[in-house]
């Protein structure tokens, strides 16, 4: 079955280090990918998503590229902050199956 | 925007006692959503899918008679949790899929329920 596999966390870093979060999948077909975030006590909030080969969804500083050749998507940030502390979680929806599959997520921390 | 309200945001209760949760579409018509369940420190896990005037579908291995799903109306789900014990204890958390109609959010996520059973 559809499976995403992601970094194991938790991860610490200092406030303005550069941020990788790396995701793999498994899936038949062309899926969607997503990035999402959950705050401490929240659910989940949609961060980043693309829908085919070589697109590259990007908000609030974070991006993610679907690359179809490597079945990766990756999350980067170029400078964190204290407020992206929280847990990051990458999914995908199997193409015409309207069901999300979630990673294991990693949780992130930022030091000031 | 897309925005799923979930109440109530947290619940204790005493085993053997039954709690409704509900989740609601705020501004958009959600013929189905969602229900998953996250142990702590771990990734959601799809408990059902909910359609609005039909029986839910469960994922393997939940108890259908535990969980109960209901979608009355095209903005309201709730799952009841029947007889819950503490290994009941959890979150959950609703969601559904506003990408019909003229908004484009996906699936959009309710805050979370924090069940406590003691």
């Known amino acids: 079955g559809d499976s995403v596999t992601q970094m194991e966390g938790p991860v610490t870093l200092s406030e303005e280090a550069f941020l990788t979060i790396n995701c793999t999948y498994t899936a038949t077909g062309y899926p969607s990918l997503f990035w999402y975030v959950q705050y401490p006590g929240e659910g989940l909030q949609l961060l980043l998503k693309a829908t085919k080969a070589d697109d590259k969804g990007s908000n609030k500083g974070f991006e993610a590229t679907y690359r179809k050749e490597t079945t990766s998507f990756h999350l980067e940030k170029g400078s964190v902050q204290v407020s992206d502390s929280a847990v990051y979680f990458c999914a995908l929806e199997t193409q015409g199956a309207q069901k999300l599959v979630f990673g294991q997520g990693t949780r992130l921390t930022i030091n000031p | 925007g897309a925005v799923v309200s979930q109440h109530p945001s947290w619940v204790i209760c005493k085993s053997g006692t039954s709690v409704k949760i509900e989740c609601r579409s705020l501004d958009f018509q959600a013929t189905t959503m969602f229900w998953y369940r996250q142990f702590p420190k771990q990734s959601l896990m799809l408990m059902a899918t909910?359609?609005?005037?039909?029986?839910?579908?469960?994922e393997q291995g939940v108890e259908k008679d535990k969980f109960l799903i209901n979608h009355a109306s095209l903005t309201l789900s709730t799952l009841t949790v029947t007889s819950a014990h503490p290994e009941d204890s959890s979150f959950y958390i609703c969601?559904?899929?506003?990408?019909?109609?003229?908004?484009?959010?996906?699936?959009?996520f309710g805050s979370g329920t924090r069940l406590t059973v003691v």
């Open positions: 909910s359609n609005e005037g039909s029986k839910a579908t469960y």
């Open positions: 969601s559904a899929d506003a990408s019909r109609g003229s908004s484009s959010y996906g699936y959009t």
